[in-house]
């Protein structure tokens, strides 16, 4: 039986659709998964779904809003989306307390973070000295910093390398890792590229699902969220 993995969407507000990328999706059936995109649901529809559900994939999206780790909005805040971060640190906190597995995608491992009593760095260039790009220009496959990968970690035996370069679409990081969190990849610059907690409980940073047909070696994250979500 093939492991149904729930995709969060992001939220359209001005023409209240769900609104996700087909390359999240691919990424899991590629994987041998099924997808199934989920809508935002209340503490009784949660409990329904993680009766179906054998693992998450928290997508990427708008900036988390700071007032869900106790910060107040600096200048550079980007946009927020009210509803998503309602609806995702609810359903996150199940999972977890369920134990399934998850995988968080830019702000996915952001929100995670968040969700299991976490921090972010709000805005990278005028937080973190001497910083990289991180909201990159060139095409969205295209690999443009490195990152080093701890060992030990699940991110560094899923992809099988010391170092990899990945692409980049972020201004928000995770700051202070959560409890029981670590940190198993970072930036040259010190900004932390991938968080890792209890069970299968992983969050990059980069785009894996924008970069794996061009290079196979990132759908081996796609491949650990569905051999660790397979009943």
């Given at each position: 039986?093939?492991?149904?993995?729930?995709?969060?969407?992001?939220?359209?507000?001005?023409?209240?659709?769900?609104?996700?990328?087909?390359?999240?999706?691919?990424?899991?059936?590629?994987?041998?998964?099924?997808?199934?995109?989920?809508?935002?649901?209340?503490?009784?529809?949660?409990?329904?779904?993680?009766?179906?559900?054998?693992?998450?994939?928290?997508?990427?999206?708008?900036?988390?809003?700071?007032?869900?780790?106790?910060?107040?909005?600096?200048?550079?805040?980007?946009?927020?989306?009210?509803?998503?971060?309602?609806?995702?640190?609810?359903?996150?906190?199940?999972?977890?307390?369920?134990?399934?597995?998850?995988?968080?995608?830019?702000r996915g491992a952001q929100l995670l973070n968040v969700a299991a009593g976490g921090s972010l760095c709000q805005d990278i260039p005028t937080q973190v000295r001497s910083s990289l790009k991180h909201s990159q220009t060139a095409p969205r496959w295209h690999p443009t910093h490195a990152v080093n990968l701890e060992a030990g970690g699940i991110t560094r035996r899923l992809l099988g390398v010391?170092?990899?370069?990945?692409?980049?679409?972020?201004?928000?990081?995770?700051?202070?890792?959560?409890?029981?969190?670590?940190?198993?990849?970072?930036?040259?610059?010190?900004?932390?590229?991938?968080?890792?907690?209890?069970?299968?409980?992983?969050?990059?940073?980069?785009?894996?699902?924008?970069?794996?047909?061009?290079?196979?070696?990132?759908?081996?994250?796609?491949?650990?969220?569905?051999?660790?979500?397979?009943?």
């Open positions: 039986m093939l492991p149904i993995i729930g995709v969060t969407p992001s939220l359209d507000h001005e023409s209240q659709r769900y609104m996700l990328s087909p390359e999240y999706t691919a990424g899991v059936r590629a994987a041998g998964g099924v997808p199934v995109m989920l809508p935002y649901a209340d503490d009784a529809a949660i409990e329904r779904l993680l009766g179906v559900l054998n693992g998450i994939l928290l997508s990427g999206g708008v900036d988390v809003d700071p007032v869900h780790f106790q910060e107040e909005p600096l200048p550079q805040l980007g946009r927020v989306c009210p509803d998503r971060d309602r609806a995702e640190l609810r359903l996150t906190r199940k999972v977890l307390e369920a134990g399934l597995p998850i995988l968080g995608i830019c010391p170092s990899i370069r990945v692409n980049s679409f972020h201004h928000q990081a995770v700051g202070r890792p959560a409890p029981g969190f670590a940190v198993t990849a970072r930036a040259g610059d010190g900004v932390i590229e991938a968080i890792e907690g209890p069970g299968f409980t992983v969050g990059i940073q980069w785009h894996p699902e924008c970069m794996w047909e061009k290079d196979p070696i990132f759908l081996g994250l796609f491949r650990g969220l569905v051999e660790a979500a397979s009943p």
